[in-house]
């Protein structure tokens, strides 16, 4: 039988989680930075790719490589890349049309969108309190991409509406992934969802090659970077593979519920890198818009919480034999 590697250590974990978001957002940066010169495609597979070796040391440590190369459900894996991929690479052309706390308010969406398409594909029900924080969050998310609707007439204007509708989909599709995973980990390994999502993501990048040879568009045509650019998109490889490990190995020393509002600190860190890196400063919308969707979005926490609380209450209680 498998040793429960668990321990309820909360400074630990709130420590990993935090390190696990900034990270991201170092990555999102490192990304938003060398948009000009490589395609969306190109940067998701320097991004996966140079995850895989440290995922698969990691992996190897934790004596989980054997779960991680034997996937049970592989059209699983296949669609859960699918989906994560092309919402990875929609939020990395939106990287380089907005500002990254914008992207990162947007971002939020994705809780929003993933209990409305539980209802729709789990049966999951949908009681009061949900509804009004994903009305909340939504509400929230429209303030931020307001500004962006109303199309300007110079490119730069339409440009940065164009990155809004991406990151939009973009969150769309991440909501659609933790559907697919909710389904995936019934049976499948965690080590073989973080493992094969690198490597599925890896070839689907790979298939934006062959369409910049048909489709002469800077999106999707690939190019030679230069040594400094090719150093970059190794490092946000890397940084991607270290962060991915940081936020799965956070959930051994706490859960879920505690650990979920501190996916928020990215707009403080998107803000603070943001400033400091492209002198971008955060609207009056991004930051209203923020606050409510960050709202709708620990609402929703609290009620997960409390719903577990419930199902654990109604299970019977089941004492060891031999206990008093």
């Known amino acids: 039988m498998a040793q429960d590697m668990t321990q309820h250590r909360p400074g630990r974990a709130i420590a990993l989680k935090l390190c696990a978001v900034f990270l991201f957002m170092v990555m999102a940066a490192i990304i938003k930075s060398v948009s000009s010169e490589v395609p969306p495609g190109e940067a998701v597979f320097f991004r996966s790719l140079f995850a895989i070796p ?8 934790r004596g989980q490589l054997r779960e991680g190369l034997v996937p049970s459900n592989l059209m699983g894996h296949v669609w859960r890349g699918v989906f994560g991929t092309s919402a990875m690479g929609l939020t990395f052309a939106g990287l380089g049309l907005l500002p990254l706390p914008e992207v990162t308010a947007i ?30 969050g939504l509400v929230g998310v429209m303030i931020v991409i307001a500004p962006r609707l109303s199309i300007g007439a110079d490119e730069m204007s339409r440009a940065a509406t164009f990155g809004a509708i991406l990151v939009l989909i973009a969150s769309v599709l991440r909501a659609l992934v933790q559907i697919h995973v909710r389904r995936l980990v019934q049976t499948d390994h965690t080590a073989a969802i973080v493992f094969y999502f690198s490597v599925t993501a890896t070839c689907l990048a790979m298939l934006s090659a062959p369409i910049g040879w048909v489709v002469d568009h800077p999106a999707f045509v690939w190019v030679w970077p230069e040594h400094s650019v090719v150093l970059l998109l190794i490092t946000a490889g890397l940084i991607g593979g270290v962060a991915q490990i940081m936020v799965t190995s956070s959930y051994r020393f706490g859960g879920a519920s505690m650990l979920a509002p501190f996916d928020y600190a990215s707009m403080i860190f998107a803000s603070l890198i943001g400033y400091v890196a492209f002198n971008e400063v955060p609207t009056g919308p991004i930051l209203l818009g923020s606050a409510l969707v960050i709202s709708g979005g620990i609402l929703i926490i609290w009620r997960e919480r409390q719903l577990g609380l419930d199902r654990s209450k109604s299970k019977p209680n089941q004492t060891p034999p031999g206990t008093p």
Request: charged share 10%; glycine share 6%; hydrophobic share 70%.
């Open 54 to 61: 440290i995922i698969a040391i990691w992996l190897a440590q």
């Open 107 to 136: 971002g939020y969406a994705t809780p929003m969108f993933a209990v409305i398409f539980a209802a729709l594909f789990l049966g999951e029900r949908i009681r009061l309190i949900r509804l009004s924080a994903v009305a909340l």
